[in-house]
C-alpha cells in the first residue's frame, strides 16, 4: 500500500463526507427549479447541519443507550461504506473488505441501528416507521444480491475494484442486456434503500406517511444532525457505487498520481451530480407509491435482477 | 407411571431446599464436565486419530462400537462446546425453576447420549446412541409437565421423533443388509436402486430430526414449552445432529450420490430456510421465534450441503468444497448464537415468566447484561457483518455466485435462485431478529411483570458471557475455528483436495477463486468510524445548551403511555400482509355497538393468529386418517382376555407359514 | 408526465425578486443565522394565517431560500409558528410543543389573534394569546391575516439573508 | 455491421421484447399496457431488419418494415380505440392474481423458458438462436396473461404477446420466413384484434363492461 493510496482514501472520504450534505441541497435546488421557485441553495444543508451542531441535546423519558448511539451507529457504517467503496480509487486501504455482499451487509446495520432507535422511542410513529423500514429492507436485499451476482459474473469475483477494472478494460461487459437489467434493478434497490420516491418521501410532514423520518421524529440537535449527515452520505455512496459500476471512467487506479486522484474527485462529483439531478428530476412528477404496493415494485426489481443473472449466464459467448 | 416417578422428587424438593440446590449444581457440573471431556475428545479425534474401541458385550448380537472420525469429532466438539456453558447456566436456572430430580439426571445422559451418536462407529451403535437421545430430549422437555400444553407438546414431540427413528432404522437396516456390513468403516457401496432409497429414507428421517419443512412442525412446540437450558441445548446440538446424519450417511457413506440427490436437499433447505424465517418473522413468542429460526438456519446448512453436492457434480470443485466449508461454519456458528439466545431468552423468562414478546419491553435498564448478550445472539442470527453467522452466510453466496462458470443448466438455474432465497431468509432474519431485540428489550415495559424484571444469577450470566465470546471469536476471527472445519471437511468427499478450499487468515481469500473477506479489518475500521462519528458530534459542542431530559413527543398531548407503543404483533403487520398467501393468518375483528345507537362503538375486538400453515394442510389429514384406523381397530378391543389369546395365537400362526 | 414537463419549461422561474435583506430583529439569535426549521402550531386560528403561510412557502413568495423550512417535529424545529388565538384546548399542546423543542429557540406569533386575541377577544373558548400563554414572543407578526410579504419579511429578520 | 453489433442489437432487441412482456404483467393502467405492446412491435421488427441489413436480405427487410407497420402501429391504434371507448373507471388490467405473484411466477416462467430450450441452442450456437429462450419466455408469458387477465383488452394484449413471441422465434430459428406465411400470420393476428375490439363493443353493450367473467352468465 502506497502512500498515495491513502491519500487517495483520505480524499474520497472527504468528498463523501462535505459533498453529501452538497447533494441534498443540490437535488432540493433541482426540485426547487422544476417548481419554479427559487430554492435554498445548494449550501442549505450545511447551514441547516451547522446549527443543529450547536443546539440543545435532549434524551427523551424512557428510552435507553440504543437511542443515544444510534446515530453514531449509523453514522459510522455511512463512514466506513465512504471508506470501502472504490470512489475515488480502486485501490482502497481497505480493499479486502471491499467486497458487494459485505458492503450490502454494512449498509443493512446501518438500517437496523436505525430501526431499533425508532422501536427504542417507545412512541407509534418510531415503531412504525421501524416496522415499515425493516419490512422495505428486507425485501430489497435479494435484489441487490441478485444484481451483484449479475455484475459479477463477467469478473468472477464481487471484489469491487475488480469488478471496476473489468469494466474499464472492456466496456462491452455493461453495455450488454445484463448490464441493463443490473441497472435498472440497481436504481430501483437504491431508491428503496435511500428512502427516496416513489418508496418513502423525504419530505413529508404526515407522520402516517413516513417510513424514515418516523424513526427520527425523536432526535433534535446534534443527533439529528448526525443522523441526516449520515442518510445523506448512504446516498452518496449509492450513488457514487452505481455510477462507477457502470460508468467507471475517471476513477484513478491502484497506485495514482495525485492529479490522477483529483481527476477521480472531479469524475465522481460530476458523475453524481449528474445522477442526482436525474434522480430528482423523475422525483418531481412522481407520487408516493401506498406502502402496500412497495412489494410490488420490489418483487419487480427482484425479476428484473434474476434476468440479469440467467441472461448473463445464457448469453455469455 | 410417569407420575409416580416425577412427584416423589417434587416432595422431596420442598422438604429440602437445601438438597435440591446440591443436585442442582451436581447436575449443572456433570453436564458440564461431559461436554468439556466431548470437545476434548473431539479435539483428539480431529487432530489426531481416536483409538476404534468395540464393547462387544454391551449390546446383544453386534456390540457396542466406537469410532471418532474428524467429522464426527467436529460434532462432538460442537456438542461438548454447547454443553458446558450449559451445564453451568443449568445450575442457578434449574434452582430458580425448581426442576424435579429426573430432569437433572436425565440432562447429563442426555449430553452423553448425544456425544456417543458422534462417536458411534456402527449402524447398531449408532441407532442406540439415537434413541437414547430422543427419549432422554423427551422427558427432559416434560420437565414442566404440570401445564397441559407441556404434555400436548411433549406427546407431538415424541410421536414425531419416534415416526423420524423410524425412517432411519428402516433406512439404516436396508443399507446394512445390502452391503453386508455394518461397521461404518467397512462399508461398500450400496447397488443403485437401493441406494435411492435409503437416501430418502434417511433424509427423512434425519430431516424431521433438523427441524427441515415439512417436518419441522416438532420444533416450534416443543422448543417453547421445553426448559430453556433444555432448549438450548435441543436447538444448538441435537438438532444439528440430524445434519451430521444427513452428511455421514448420505454424503459420506452411500454418496456422493446423483444430481437430484442434490437438487432435492437444495430445495428442502430452501423451502426451510424461507418458510422457517416467515414463521420466525411473524412469532410473537420469543422462543417459538428461536425456534422457528433453527429451522431456517438448518435450512441454510441443508441449502450448502445440496449446493456442495451439485458443484462437485458439475465440475466446480472449488465451488463445492467453499460450500462444504459454509455448512460446517454455519453449524458452529448457529450453534453458539442459538444457545446464547434461549438462553438469553430462558433468563428473561425466569425473571420475568414472560415468552410473549407483546407484553415484554424495556428489560434493558433492570437486566442490562442479558439485553447485550441477546443482542450478541441476534446479530449473530442477522448474518449481518460483525455478526457471527456473516463468514458462513457470506462462504455459502460466494460458493453460489462461483458456480456459474462450469456452464451447467441446472446450476445455471439453481443457484440465482438459491442466493435470492439466502439473500430474502437473510432479509427476513433481520426483521425477525430487530422485531426479538427491540420490542423485547427496548423502550418501555408492556406489563408489570416486564417492570419488575430483574437480572438473573451469576451462574447463568457466566454461561452466557462464555457463549457470547465465542459468538464474538467466530465473528471476528473465524481463523479460530479454520483447523476443525478444514480437518472435518476432508472427510466430506464433495470437498476432498489438497488444498484447503479457504484459506482462514485475518483477511479471508478463495484461493483460485476472486473474492476476500476481512472480518477482523472491517470491525477495526468500523470502531475508527465510530470514533470519527464521535469527533464529528464534538463540532460546535462547546456552544450547546446543557443537555435536558424531556418526555416523549405526543403531539402536543400528555405523556404517552406503554400500551401505545408498537407490539411485536403490530411490528409484523406488513411482513404478514406481504406473505399473507404463505402464512395465511386467521384475524377477524368484532365490533361492538353501543346498545342506544349502532353508530357509537362501545369495543372492537382484534384477533390474529397465525397458525403453522403448512402444519395443518400436511399434519391434520395425517392425523385425522391416524384416528380413523384406530376407531377401525378399537372394534378389535372387546376387553374379552379369550378374544386377545386368540388373536396372539393366529398371530404365531401367520408368522410359522409365513417362515415356513 | 410530457404534458407537465412541457409545462414546468413553459411556465419557468415564478418567483418574485427579493426585496433587500431587513434589519436583524432584537430577538434574532446567532445561532438560527441562514438556517431556521419550523414547527407551525394552530392554536385555534380561522385558517386565515394558514393560507397566507402557505403562500408564503409556495412558489411566488418562496420562504425556503431564505433558509426557512417547516418541519413535521417540533424536535426538528428552532421557531414555533403560532397563529390562531390560543384556546383552551389547545393551551396545554401549544405549552407541551413549546417545552418540546430544543434551545435556543425562537416563538413567532402570526397574525394578530396571536398577539392580543383579534376578534376573537371575548369568545368563551379563548385563553389568550399566545404571548400570555408562553413565556415570550420574540417575533410578531401583525395583520389579520398578515400578508405573505409581511411573514417572509419576519422569518428573514431571523434567518437574516 | 460488425458481427459484434449485431449481437448487440439482437441482444437488445429479444431482451427489450422480455422486458416489455414484463412490464406488461407489472402495469395495471391498460393504456400504459398498449404503449408498452408498441415498443415490443418495435423491438420484434429490430430482429428482421437487423437481420436483413446484417446478411444483405432485402426480403428479410421488407418483412420488417411491414412488421414494424403491423405490431408498433396498426395494432396498438386498434387497440387503443377499443380503450378509448371503454368509461375511464374501467381501463385496469384487472389480474386474478396479485402482482407480486404474477411477478414471481413470471420469473419462473422465464427460467423454465430458458431451461427447455437449452438443447436446441446447443444444437447450434449462433448469435440468432441464442436469443430464442427469452422469445420463449415472451410466448409463456403472453399465455400466462391470457390466463389471469379479465378484461378483454387485456386479453387481447396476452394474444398479442404470444404471438410476437412466436413471430420472434420464427425470426430467430429460421433464417427469415417466408413473406407470405408472415403476411397470413399477421393478418390472422389483425383479425383476432379485429374480433376482440368488436367482442369488447358487444360486451359493454350487454353487460356494461368488458370483464370476461361476465360470460359465464350466458352459460344458463
Same mark, same amino acid.
Given at each position: 500500500?502506497?502512500?498515495?493510496?491513502?491519500?487517495?482514501?483520505?480524499?474520497?472520504?472527504?468528498?463523501?463526507?462535505?459533498?453529501?450534505?452538497?447533494?441534498?441541497?443540490?437535488?432540493?435546488?433541482?426540485?426547487?427549479?422544476?417548481?419554479?421557485?427559487?430554492?435554498?441553495?445548494?449550501?442549505?444543508?450545511?447551514?441547516?447541519?451547522?446549527?443543529?451542531?450547536?443546539?440543545?441535546?435532549?434524551?427523551?423519558?424512557?428510552?435507553?443507550?440504543?437511542?443515544?448511539?444510534?446515530?453514531?451507529?449509523?453514522?459510522?457504517?455511512?463512514?466506513?461504506?465512504?471508506?470501502?467503496?472504490?470512489?475515488?480509487?480502486?485501490?482502497?486501504?481497505?480493499?479486502?473488505?471491499?467486497?458487494?455482499?459485505?458492503?450490502?451487509?454494512?449498509?443493512?446495520?446501518?438500517?437496523?441501528?436505525?430501526?431499533?432507535?425508532?422501536?427504542?422511542?417507545?412512541?407509534?410513529?418510531?415503531?412504525?416507521?421501524?416496522?415499515?423500514?425493516?419490512?422495505?429492507?428486507?425485501?430489497?436485499?435479494?435484489?441487490?444480491?441478485?444484481?451483484?451476482?449479475?455484475?459479477?459474473?463477467?469478473?468472477?469475483?464481487?471484489?469491487?475494484?475488480?469488478?471496476?477494472?473489468?469494466?474499464?478494460?472492456?466496456?462491452?461487459?455493461?453495455?450488454?442486456?445484463?448490464?441493463?437489467?443490473?441497472?435498472?434493478?440497481?436504481?430501483?434497490?437504491?431508491?428503496?434503500?435511500?428512502?427516496?420516491?416513489?418508496?418513502?418521501?423525504?419530505?413529508?410532514?404526515?407522520?402516517?406517511?413516513?417510513?424514515?423520518?418516523?424513526?427520527?421524529?425523536?432526535?433534535?440537535?446534534?443527533?439529528?444532525?448526525?443522523?441526516?449527515?449520515?442518510?445523506?452520505?448512504?446516498?452518496?455512496?449509492?450513488?457514487?457505487?452505481?455510477?462507477?459500476?457502470?460508468?467507471?471512467?475517471?476513477?484513478?487506479?491502484?497506485?495514482?498520481?495525485?492529479?490522477?486522484?483529483?481527476?477521480?474527485?472531479?469524475?465522481?462529483?460530476?458523475?453524481?451530480?449528474?445522477?442526482?439531478?436525474?434522480?430528482?428530476?423523475?422525483?418531481?412528477?412522481?407520487?408516493?407509491?401506498?406502502?402496500?404496493?412497495?412489494?410490488?415494485?420490489?418483487?419487480?426489481?427482484?425479476?428484473?435482477?434474476?434476468?440479469?443473472?440467467?441472461?448473463?449466464?445464457?448469453?455469455?459467448? | 407411571?410417569?407420575?409416580?416417578?416425577?412427584?416423589?422428587?417434587?416432595?422431596?424438593?420442598?422438604?429440602?431446599?437445601?438438597?435440591?440446590?446440591?443436585?442442582?449444581?451436581?447436575?449443572?457440573?456433570?453436564?458440564?464436565?461431559?461436554?468439556?471431556?466431548?470437545?476434548?475428545?473431539?479435539?483428539?479425534?480431529?487432530?489426531?486419530?481416536?483409538?476404534?474401541?468395540?464393547?462387544?458385550?454391551?449390546?446383544?448380537?453386534?456390540?457396542?462400537?466406537?469410532?471418532?472420525?474428524?467429522?464426527?469429532?467436529?460434532?462432538?466438539?460442537?456438542?461438548? +462446546?454447547?454443553?458446558?456453558?450449559?451445564?453451568?447456566?443449568?445450575?442457578?436456572?434449574?434452582?430458580?425453576?425448581?426442576?424435579?430430580?429426573?430432569?437433572?439426571?436425565?440432562?447429563?445422559?442426555?449430553?452423553?447420549?448425544?456425544?456417543?451418536?458422534?462417536?458411534?462407529?456402527?449402524?447398531?451403535?449408532?441407532?442406540?446412541?439415537?434413541?437414547?437421545?430422543?427419549?432422554?430430549?423427551?422427558?427432559?422437555?416434560?420437565?414442566?409437565?404440570?401445564?397441559?400444553?407441556?404434555?400436548?407438546?411433549?406427546?407431538?414431540?415424541? +410421536?414425531?421423533?419416534?415416526?423420524?427413528?423410524?425412517?432411519?432404522?428402516?433406512?439404516?437396516?436396508?443399507?446394512?443388509?445390502?452391503?453386508?456390513?455394518?461397521?461404518?468403516?467397512?462399508?461398500?457401496?450400496?447397488?443403485?436402486?437401493?441406494?435411492?432409497?435409503?437416501?430418502?429414507?434417511?433424509?427423512?428421517?434425519?430431516?424431521?430430526?433438523?427441524?427441515?419443512?415439512?417436518?419441522?412442525?416438532?420444533?416450534?412446540?416443543?422448543?417453547?414449552?421445553?426448559?430453556?437450558?433444555?432448549?438450548?441445548?435441543?436447538?444448538?446440538?441435537?438438532?444439528?445432529?440430524?445434519?451430521?446424519?444427513?452428511?455421514?450417511?448420505?454424503?459420506?457413506?452411500?454418496?456422493?450420490?446423483?444430481?437430484?440427490?442434490?437438487?432435492?436437499?437444495?430445495?428442502?433447505?430452501?423451502?426451510?430456510?424461507?418458510?422457517?424465517?416467515?414463521?420466525?418473522?411473524?412469532?410473537?413468542?420469543?422462543?417459538?421465534?428461536?425456534?422457528?429460526?433453527?429451522?431456517?438456519?438448518?435450512?441454510?446448512?441443508?441449502?450448502?450441503?445440496?449446493?456442495?453436492?451439485?458443484?462437485?457434480?458439475?465440475?466446480?470443485?472449488?465451488?463445492?468444497?467453499?460450500?462444504?466449508? =459454509?455448512?460446517?461454519?454455519?453449524?458452529?456458528?448457529?450453534?453458539?448464537?442459538?444457545?446464547?439466545?434461549?438462553?438469553?431468552?430462558?433468563?428473561?423468562?425466569?425473571?420475568?415468566?414472560?415468552?410473549?414478546?407483546?407484553?415484554?419491553?424495556?428489560?434493558?435498564?433492570?437486566?442490562?447484561?442479558?439485553?447485550?448478550?441477546?443482542?450478541?445472539?441476534?446479530?449473530?442470527?442477522?448474518?449481518?457483518?460483525?455478526?457471527?453467522?456473516?463468514?458462513?452466510?457470506?462462504?455459502?453466496?460466494?460458493?453460489?455466485?462461483?458456480?456459474?462458470?462450469?456452464?451447467?443448466?441446472?446450476?445455471?438455474?439453481?443457484?440465482?435462485?438459491?442466493?435470492?432465497?439466502?439473500?430474502?431468509?437473510?432479509?427476513?432474519?433481520? =426483521?425477525?431478529?430487530?422485531?426479538?431485540?427491540?420490542?423485547?428489550?427496548?423502550?418501555?415495559?408492556?406489563?408489570?411483570?416486564?417492570?419488575?424484571?430483574?437480572?438473573?444469577? =451469576?451462574?447463568?450470566?457466566?454461561?452466557?458471557?462464555?457463549? +457470547?465470546?465465542?459468538?464474538?471469536?467466530?465473528?471476528?476471527?473465524?481463523?479460530?475455528?479454520?483447523?476443525?472445519?478444514?480437518?472435518?471437511?476432508?472427510?466430506?468427499?464433495? =470437498?476432498?483436495?489438497?488444498?484447503?478450499?479457504?484459506?482462514?487468515?485475518?483477511?479471508?481469500?478463495?484461493?483460485?477463486?476472486?473474492?476476500?473477506?476481512?472480518?477482523?479489518?472491517?470491525?477495526?475500521?468500523?470502531?475508527?468510524?465510530?470514533?470519527?462519528?464521535?469527533?464529528?458530534?464534538?463540532?460546535?459542542?462547546?456552544?450547546?445548551?446543557?443537555?435536558?431530559?424531556?418526555?416523549?413527543?405526543?403531539?402536543?398531548?400528555?405523556?404517552?403511555?406503554?400500551?401505545?407503543?408498537?407490539?411485536?404483533?403490530?411490528?409484523?403487520?406488513?411482513?404478514?400482509?406481504?406473505?399473507?398467501?404463505?402464512?395465511?393468518?386467521?384475524?377477524?375483528?368484532?365490533?361492538?355497538?353501543?346498545?342506544?345507537?349502532?353508530?357509537?362503538?362501545?369495543?372492537?375486538?382484534?384477533?390474529?393468529?397465525?397458525?403453522?400453515?403448512?402444519?395443518?394442510?400436511?399434519?391434520?389429514?395425517?392425523?385425522?386418517?391416524?384416528?380413523?384406523?384406530?376407531?377401525?381397530?378399537?372394534?378389535?378391543?372387546?376387553?374379552?382376555?379369550?378374544?386377545?389369546?386368540?388373536?396372539?395365537?393366529?398371530?404365531?400362526?401367520?408368522?410359522?407359514?409365513?417362515?415356513? | 408526465?410530457?404534458?407537465?414537463?412541457?409545462?414546468?419549461?413553459?411556465?419557468?422561474?415564478?418567483?418574485?425578486?427579493?426585496?433587500?435583506?431587513?434589519?436583524?430583529?432584537?430577538?434574532?439569535?446567532?445561532?438560527?443565522?441562514?438556517?431556521?426549521?419550523?414547527?407551525?402550531?394552530?392554536?385555534?386560528?380561522?385558517?386565515?394565517?394558514?393560507?397566507?403561510?402557505?403562500?408564503?412557502?409556495?412558489?411566488?413568495?418562496?420562504?425556503?431560500?431564505?433558509?426557512?423550512?417547516?418541519?413535521?417535529?417540533?424536535?426538528?424545529?428552532?421557531?414555533?409558528?403560532?397563529?390562531?388565538?390560543?384556546?383552551?384546548?389547545?393551551?396545554?399542546?401549544?405549552?407541551?410543543?413549546?417545552?418540546?423543542?430544543?434551545?435556543?429557540?425562537?416563538?413567532?406569533?402570526?397574525?394578530?389573534?396571536?398577539?392580543?386575541?383579534?376578534?376573537?377577544?371575548?369568545?368563551?373558548?379563548?385563553?389568550?394569546?399566545?404571548?400570555?400563554?408562553?413565556?415570550?414572543?420574540?417575533?410578531?407578526?401583525?395583520?389579520?391575516?398578515?400578508?405573505?410579504?409581511?411573514?417572509?419579511?419576519?422569518?428573514?429578520?431571523?434567518?437574516?439573508? | 455491421?460488425?458481427?459484434?453489433?449485431?449481437?448487440?442489437?439482437?441482444?437488445?432487441?429479444?431482451?427489450?421484447?422480455?422486458?416489455?412482456?414484463? #412490464?406488461?404483467?407489472?402495469?395495471?393502467?391498460? !393504456?400504459?399496457?398498449?404503449? #408498452?405492446?408498441?415498443?415490443?412491435?418495435?423491438?420484434?421488427?429490430?430482429?428482421?431488419?437487423?437481420?436483413?441489413?446484417?446478411?444483405?436480405?432485402?426480403?428479410?427487410?421488407?418483412?420488417?418494415?411491414?412488421?414494424?407497420?403491423?405490431?408498433?402501429?396498426?395494432?396498438?391504434?386498434?387497440?387503443?380505440?377499443?380503450?378509448?371507448?371503454?368509461?375511464?373507471?374501467?381501463?385496469?388490467?384487472?389480474?386474478?392474481?396479485?402482482?407480486?405473484?404474477?411477478?414471481?411466477?413470471?420469473?419462473?416462467?422465464?427460467?423454465?423458458?430458458?431451461?427447455?430450450? !437449452?438443447?436446441?441452442?446447443?444444437?447450434?450456437?449462433?448469435?440468432?438462436?441464442?436469443?430464442?429462450?427469452?422469445?420463449?419466455?415472451?410466448?409463456?408469458?403472453?399465455?400466462?396473461?391470457?390466463?389471469?387477465?379479465?378484461?378483454?383488452?387485456?386479453?387481447?394484449?396476452?394474444?398479442?404477446?404470444?404471438?410476437?413471441?412466436?413471430?420472434?422465434?420464427?425470426?430467430? #430459428?429460421?433464417?427469415?420466413?417466408?413473406?407470405?406465411?408472415? #403476411?397470413?400470420?399477421?393478418?390472422?393476428?389483425?383479425?383476432?384484434?379485429?374480433?376482440?375490439?368488436?367482442?369488447?363493443?358487444?360486451?359493454?353493450?350487454?353487460?356494461?363492461?368488458?370483464?370476461?367473467?361476465?360470460?359465464?352468465?350466458? !352459460?344458463?
Amino acid at each position: 500500500m502506497t502512500v498515495m493510496a491513502v491519500v487517495a482514501g483520505g480524499a474520497q472520504l472527504l468528498t463523501v463526507t462535505v459533498g453529501a450534505p452538497l447533494l441534498i441541497g443540490l437535488m432540493r435546488q433541482v426540485r426547487a427549479a422544476w417548481e419554479g421557485r427559487g430554492g435554498g441553495g445548494i449550501l442549505q444543508p450545511w447551514r441547516d447541519l451547522r446549527k443543529q451542531l450547536g443546539k440543545q441535546q435532549i434524551i427523551p423519558r424512557g428510552t435507553t443507550v440504543v437511542f443515544t448511539a444510534a446515530p453514531l451507529i449509523v453514522a459510522a457504517t455511512s463512514i466506513l461504506l465512504a471508506a470501502i467503496v472504490p470512489i475515488v480509487a480502486t485501490g482502497s486501504p481497505l480493499d479486502p473488505v471491499a467486497d458487494l455482499f459485505a458492503v450490502v451487509g454494512v449498509l443493512f446495520l446501518g438500517t437496523v441501528a436505525l430501526t431499533l432507535a425508532g422501536i427504542d422511542t417507545g412512541t407509534a410513529f418510531g415503531g412504525m416507521g421501524a416496522s415499515r423500514e425493516i419490512t422495505i429492507a428486507a425485501l430489497v436485499e435479494p435484489t441487490i444480491l441478485l444484481a451483484v451476482f449479475a455484475l459479477s459474473i463477467p469478473t468472477g469475483s464481487a471484489n469491487l475494484g475488480a469488478l471496476m477494472a473489468t469494466t474499464l478494460s472492456d466496456p462491452g461487459s455493461v453495455a450488454s442486456l445484463t448490464g441493463v437489467l443490473a441497472f435498472v434493478a440497481l436504481v430501483l434497490v437504491i431508491i428503496a434503500e435511500a428512502g427516496r420516491l416513489p418508496v418513502d418521501n423525504p419530505a413529508t410532514h404526515l407522520e402516517l406517511t413516513m417510513v424514515h423520518e418516523a424513526m427520527v421524529l425523536e432526535y433534535a440537535g446534534p443527533r439529528l444532525a448526525l443522523m441526516e449527515w449520515a442518510s445523506a452520505m448512504r446516498l452518496t455512496v449509492l450513488l457514487a457505487l452505481l455510477a462507477n459500476l457502470f460508468l467507471p471512467w475517471g476513477i484513478a487506479a491502484d497506485a495514482p498520481t495525485l492529479l490522477q486522484v483529483l481527476t477521480g474527485v472531479g469524475a465522481i462529483t460530476v458523475k453524481v451530480a449528474v445522477l442526482a439531478t436525474a434522480l430528482a428530476t423523475m422525483e418531481v412528477f412522481m407520487a408516493k407509491l401506498r406502502l402496500f404496493r412497495v412489494p410490488e415494485l420490489l418483487a419487480g426489481s427482484f425479476l428484473l435482477g434474476l434476468l440479469a443473472v440467467t441472461s448473463a449466464n445464457f448469453f455469455t459467448r | 407411571m410417569r407420575t409416580i416417578a416425577v412427584d416423589v422428587p417434587t416432595v422431596e424438593v420442598k422438604n429440602h431446599p437445601g438438597r435440591h440446590h446440591v443436585g442442582c449444581a451436581a447436575a449443572g457440573s456433570a453436564t458440564a464436565l461431559i461436554g468439556a471431556a466431548g470437545v476434548w475428545g473431539g479435539l483428539v479425534a480431529v487432530f489426531g486419530s481416536a483409538p476404534q474401541m468395540s464393547i462387544g458385550w454391551l449390546l446383544p448380537l453386534s456390540g457396542v462400537v466406537l469410532h471418532l472420525d474428524p467429522l464426527g469429532g467436529f460434532f462432538s466438539v460442537l456438542i461438548g +462446546a454447547v454443553a458446558v456453558p450449559v451445564g453451568v447456566y443449568t445450575v442457578g436456572y434449574a434452582r430458580h425453576e425448581r426442576w424435579p430430580a429426573l430432569s437433572l439426571t436425565v440432562l447429563p445422559l442426555f449430553v452423553a447420549a448425544m456425544l456417543l451418536v458422534t462417536a458411534a462407529g456402527s449402524i447398531p451403535t449408532f441407532l442406540l446412541a439415537w434413541e437414547l437421545m430422543a427419549l432422554a430430549s423427551v422427558l427432559l422437555v416434560i420437565t414442566d409437565h404440570d401445564r397441559a400444553e407441556v404434555r400436548s407438546a411433549a406427546l407431538f414431540y415424541a +410421536a414425531m421423533t419416534q415416526l423420524g427413528f423410524v425412517a432411519i432404522l428402516v433406512g439404516l437396516m436396508v443399507m446394512a443388509t445390502s452391503m453386508g456390513a455394518d461397521r461404518f468403516t467397512e462399508m461398500t457401496v450400496v447397488p443403485e436402486p437401493l441406494r435411492d432409497v435409503v437416501f430418502v429414507l434417511t433424509v427423512a428421517g434425519f430431516g424431521s430430526k433438523a427441524g427441515l419443512v415439512p417436518l419441522h412442525a416438532w420444533l416450534a412446540r416443543a422448543h417453547p414449552e421445553a426448559p430453556s437450558p433444555v432448549s438450548a441445548l435441543m436447538s444448538a446440538a441435537m438438532v444439528t445432529l440430524g445434519v451430521y446424519g444427513i452428511i455421514r450417511i448420505d454424503l459420506v457413506l452411500i454418496g456422493p450420490g446423483p444430481r437430484w440427490w442434490a437438487v432435492l436437499l437444495l430445495l428442502v433447505g430452501a423451502a426451510s430456510a424461507l418458510y422457517g424465517v416467515l414463521q420466525a418473522s411473524v412469532a410473537t413468542d420469543v422462543k417459538r421465534l428461536l425456534a422457528y429460526s433453527t429451522t431456517d438456519n438448518m435450512g441454510l446448512i441443508t441449502m450448502a450441503l445440496g449446493a456442495s453436492l451439485l458443484l462437485s457434480g458439475a465440475g466446480a470443485p472449488e465451488a463445492a468444497a467453499i460450500a462444504a466449508v =459454509a455448512a460446517l461454519l454455519h453449524l458452529l456458528a448457529h450453534a453458539a448464537f442459538k444457545s446464547l439466545g434461549f438462553m438469553a431468552a430462558g433468563s428473561v423468562l425466569a425473571a420475568t415468566g414472560l415468552r410473549d414478546l407483546d407484553r415484554m419491553g424495556g428489560l434493558a435498564r433492570p437486566m442490562p447484561v442479558t439485553t447485550v448478550l441477546f443482542g450478541v445472539a441476534a446479530l449473530g442470527a442477522c448474518g449481518l457483518p460483525l455478526g457471527a453467522g456473516f463468514v458462513s452466510e457470506w462462504l455459502l453466496v460466494q460458493a453460489l455466485v462461483h458456480a456459474s462458470t462450469s456452464g451447467d443448466v441446472v446450476v445455471a438455474l439453481a443457484a440465482p435462485l438459491a442466493v435470492g432465497a439466502v439473500a430474502l431468509t437473510t432479509g427476513l432474519s433481520v =426483521a425477525a431478529m430487530v422485531k426479538a431485540f427491540g420490542i423485547g428489550f427496548l423502550a418501555r415495559p408492556r406489563s408489570a411483570a416486564a417492570r419488575q424484571a430483574r437480572e438473573s444469577a =451469576a451462574s447463568m450470566l457466566t454461561a452466557m458471557v462464555i457463549v +457470547a465470546v465465542g459468538c464474538v471469536v467466530l465473528a471476528l476471527a473465524p481463523v479460530a475455528a479454520a483447523a476443525v472445519v478444514a480437518r472435518a471437511v476432508n472427510v466430506m468427499p464433495t =470437498a476432498r483436495s489438497a488444498a484447503p478450499a479457504v484459506d482462514f487468515a485475518a483477511v479471508i481469500r478463495l484461493p483460485g477463486l476472486g473474492g476476500s473477506i476481512a472480518p477482523g479489518l472491517l470491525a477495526t475500521a468500523f470502531v475508527a468510524a465510530l470514533l470519527a462519528a464521535v469527533v464529528a458530534m464534538r463540532w460546535r459542542a462547546r456552544r450547546r445548551p446543557p443537555t435536558v431530559q424531556l418526555p416523549l413527543w405526543a403531539c402536543g398531548a400528555d405523556d404517552l403511555t406503554p400500551r401505545m407503543q408498537y407490539t411485536a404483533t403490530s411490528f409484523a403487520e406488513p411482513l404478514q400482509r406481504v406473505f399473507n398467501d404463505v402464512l395465511r393468518p386467521a384475524s377477524d375483528i368484532d365490533v361492538t355497538h353501543h346498545s342506544e345507537s349502532r353508530y357509537m362503538v362501545s369495543a372492537i375486538t382484534y384477533r390474529n393468529r397465525i397458525a403453522d400453515a403448512l402444519e395443518i394442510r400436511l399434519y391434520q389429514p395425517v392425523v385425522t386418517g391416524v384416528k380413523r384406523a384406530a376407531e377401525v381397530v378399537r372394534r378389535a378391543h372387546n376387553g374379552s382376555v379369550h378374544l386377545y389369546l386368540a388373536y396372539g395365537a393366529l398371530g404365531v400362526l401367520v408368522v410359522l407359514v409365513i417362515a415356513r | 408526465m410530457i404534458g407537465w414537463l412541457r409545462k414546468a419549461l413553459r411556465v419557468g422561474r415564478i418567483v418574485e425578486p427579493a426585496p433587500p435583506a431587513p434589519f436583524a430583529a432584537p430577538a434574532a439569535i446567532d445561532a438560527l443565522r441562514g438556517s431556521m426549521q419550523i414547527r407551525h402550531v394552530d392554536a385555534g386560528s380561522c385558517n386565515g394565517c394558514e393560507i397566507e403561510i402557505s403562500g408564503a412557502f409556495g412558489p411566488v413568495y418562496d420562504a425556503e431560500r431564505f433558509g426557512a423550512r417547516l418541519v413535521a417535529s417540533p424536535r426538528h424545529a428552532d421557531a414555533l409558528l403560532v397563529t390562531g388565538v390560543v384556546t383552551r384546548n389547545m393551551e396545554e399542546p401549544l405549552r407541551n410543543t413549546a417545552a418540546a423543542t430544543p434551545a435556543p429557540r425562537v416563538v413567532i406569533a402570526c397574525g394578530d389573534c396571536a398577539l392580543n386575541r383579534g376578534v376573537f377577544a371575548d369568545a368563551y373558548g379563548v385563553v389568550g394569546s399566545v404571548g400570555e400563554v408562553l413565556d415570550s414572543v420574540d417575533v410578531e407578526i401583525a395583520g389579520c391575516p398578515p400578508t405573505p410579504e409581511a411573514i417572509i419579511a419576519a422569518l428573514r429578520s431571523v434567518t437574516r439573508r | 455491421m460488425a458481427p459484434s453489433t449485431f449481437a448487440l442489437i439482437i441482444d437488445f432487441a429479444s431482451g427489450g421484447m422480455l422486458l416489455a412482456a414484463v #412490464l406488461v404483467v407489472w402495469r395495471r393502467a391498460l !393504456r400504459s399496457i398498449v404503449t #408498452l405492446l408498441a415498443c415490443q412491435g418495435l423491438a420484434l421488427a429490430a430482429i428482421p431488419i437487423a437481420a436483413g441489413a446484417y446478411l444483405g436480405d432485402t426480403a428479410l427487410l421488407l418483412v420488417g418494415v411491414a412488421v414494424l407497420a403491423l405490431r408498433a402501429v396498426m395494432l396498438p391504434w386498434l387497440l387503443r380505440r377499443a380503450l378509448a371507448a371503454e368509461p375511464p373507471g374501467r381501463r385496469d388490467a384487472t389480474p386474478l392474481m396479485n402482482t407480486a405473484s404474477s411477478l414471481l411466477m413470471v420469473a419462473m416462467l422465464t427460467l423454465v423458458a430458458f431451461a427447455v430450450t !437449452r438443447p436446441l441452442t446447443a444444437l447450434q450456437s449462433t448469435t440468432l438462436t441464442d436469443a430464442v429462450p427469452t422469445a420463449f419466455a415472451v410466448i409463456l408469458i403472453g399465455l400466462f396473461v391470457m390466463v389471469t387477465r379479465r378484461h378483454a383488452v387485456s386479453q387481447a394484449a396476452g394474444f398479442l404477446l404470444l404471438d410476437n413471441g412466436i413471430a420472434a422465434t420464427a425470426f430467430l #430459428l429460421t433464417d427469415g420466413v417466408p413473406m407470405i406465411v408472415e #403476411l397470413g400470420v399477421s393478418l390472422d393476428v389483425l383479425f383476432a384484434v379485429i374480433v376482440i375490439g368488436i367482442l369488447t363493443g358487444r360486451l359493454r353493450r350487454l353487460f356494461g363492461a368488458a370483464d370476461l367473467d361476465e360470460l359465464q352468465e350466458l !352459460r344458463d
